[in-house]
């Protein structure tokens, strides 16, 4: 008999899925849990594309977060079906509190950081550090996530400033053979004004407060960081990273070849991603750099 919520075959979807007892995580499924657990929600094209190196076959991959669906350790979060041709995309998976509490039974459950407030906000920072860790791993380069940063010296993301603290989008490093580099991470999606004489946030104020904090080195203090620390600005328009670079070069042309800029496809696919990791960074002044 067909269930509430299945399709006219019977077979599960977005909205329904068959519960089973008999699911156990196999070691596979512990480096996809492990990989939300660090980054937050992930595509299932990042997650297979995360084991490809083991499993090659994507449609098993597939049927496998099907199966730890049903098994209670995975969930689809709500905010994505509001997308338009949402049945299309594929599935953006997080872990319950069953998958949670499971890592934490064997002993591999992290306090990680994850930003919270808009899901859509959170999603495109998630998915852009979770590409770059699989792009890091292909390299040769190992992804130092913000936790492991942090819990050196009890410190917490936001960096306290004269007047106020910067709480940037995330915090990573990553480890190179020549040696190490930080990063700290902002995606603008277009929310915040560009100039505001309130005292809600903006892309002037951002600005300012990133200059403070390079000119005084509160970050490497209060992270302690030894490493060489860039900060990356992501943008979802071409004309808003055309205005943060005059912003740059405006306010702060002392510190702007800190700052590195992109423009993230509006499709978060795996394919977009992975070039976007693979292409340059862009300068205040439009240079071609190789930042990450």
Known sequence: M????????????????????DVRPTPRALRWFKHIERHGP??????????RDTHRCK??????????????????PKQQRATERAEFNPYIYDLTRQAHDHLKGLGL????????????????????????????????NTFIPAHEILE???????IPLHGGKVIPDQ????????????????????????????????????VEQYSQLLNSDAHR??????????????FNNPARMVEFQNLLQARCPAQAPSFLCKVVPFRLSWENLQSLHQAAWVSANDEAVDGV
Not at 2 to 21: E, V
Not at 59 to 74: I, S
Not at 197 to 202: D, E, V
């Open 59 to 76: 449609d098993t991959a597939l049927r496998d977060l099907q199966k730890l669906r049903a098994g209670g350790f995975l969930q689809l």
């Open 171 to 206: 915090l990573f490093a990553i480890r190179y053979p020549e040696g190490f580099r930080a990063f700290m991470l902002e995606v603008d999606r277009g929310t915040e004004p560009i100039q505001s004489g309130a005292a809600r946030k903006s892309l002037a104020k951002s």
């Open 109 to 140: 459950a992290e306090i990680t950081v994850r930003l919270t407030g808009h899901w859509w906000h959170a999603y495109t920072v998630s998915a852009f550090t979770g590409s770059l860790d699989i792009v890091a791993q292909r390299n040769g």
């Open 152 to 158: 050196r010296n009890g410190a917490e993301l936001a």
């Open 42 to 51: 992930q595509s299932s094209e990042f997650l297979y594309e995360l084991t």
């Open 221 to 234: 203090r209060h992270y302690d960081l030894r490493a060489n620390t860039l900060i990356l600005w992501v």
């Open 2 to 21: 067909k269930q509430p919520h299945t399709d006219s075959l019977g077979r599960a979807t977005f909205h329904y899925i068959d519960q089973r007892g």
